[in-house]
């Protein structure tokens, strides 16, 4: 690291650090300090060795400014580091009941028409290259989650969490009614605790170095 104290610039700012339990091990880094910010509007020029946001672009339709902010915001030799999911991808075993599956493409296609790529971890490379990073690496991310492994019933509640977040925008826009909803979360958290064995989160991170002509 060229620069003594490494300030990170926050994408969405505290909020974004993954809850009470992240905003709380930063804390204790008293040296680290925090800004909130659009990632479509960052405004860093050059101020930081290593820029990354996590599960953050899937939300952002301007992605490609995002990700050229995020370029420009890394010092000559710095790096960004993105990880995001590809939600086209995900996978449970067994299948889910229809129900589930009946809000799920709802979900995707509510994502889609909102400009949210829903393949967003494997679009990174190619928007990499477009903001001019050079020595890409890409790796896949998958969160495997099975039946015994622990953390199993609060991982796999994420999608009733996502039905109880996300559902009533989904019916506002029109890709669902409640009674979808209603029947999605009895059918899904009746099959998770009874039948569901695996849950496969499809995720890519991408690693890109700046260089800058000399
Ligand atoms: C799924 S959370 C991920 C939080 C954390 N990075 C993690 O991995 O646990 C998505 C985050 O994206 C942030 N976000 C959404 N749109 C954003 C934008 N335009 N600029 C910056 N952050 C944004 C939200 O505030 C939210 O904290």
Known sequence: MSDPIYRPAQLGGVHS?????GRAH?????????????????G???????VTSARTLQWIAEVADAISNMARAAKHDGLVVVLDYNH?????????????LDFYQAFLRWRHSNGWDNAMGNS????????GLIDIQ??????????????????TALWSEVIDNVGSALQMSGFC??????????AYE?????????????MTAVVGRVHLPS
């Open 17 to 21: 650090l993954g809850g009470t339990e």
């Open 26 to 42: 930063c804390l204790q880094h008293r040296h680290l300090c925090f800004e909130r910010k659009d990632a479509t509007d960052l």
């Open 44 to 50: 860093f020029a050059r101020r930081f060795d290593v």
């Open 88 to 100: 086209s991808l995900n996978e449970w075993a067994p299948n889910p009941p229809p129900q589930f």
């Open 124 to 131: 990174l490379p190619a928007l990499f290259t477009t903001a």
């Open 138 to 155: 890409i790796s896949s991310q998958d969160e495997v989650c099975t039946r015994g492994d622990q953390g199993f019933s609060v991982k």
């Open 177 to 186: 009614d409640s009674v979808l909803l209603a029947d999605a979360r009895r």
């Open 190 to 202: 009746h099959w998770r605790e009874r039948s569901l064995m695996k849950q496969v989160l499809s």
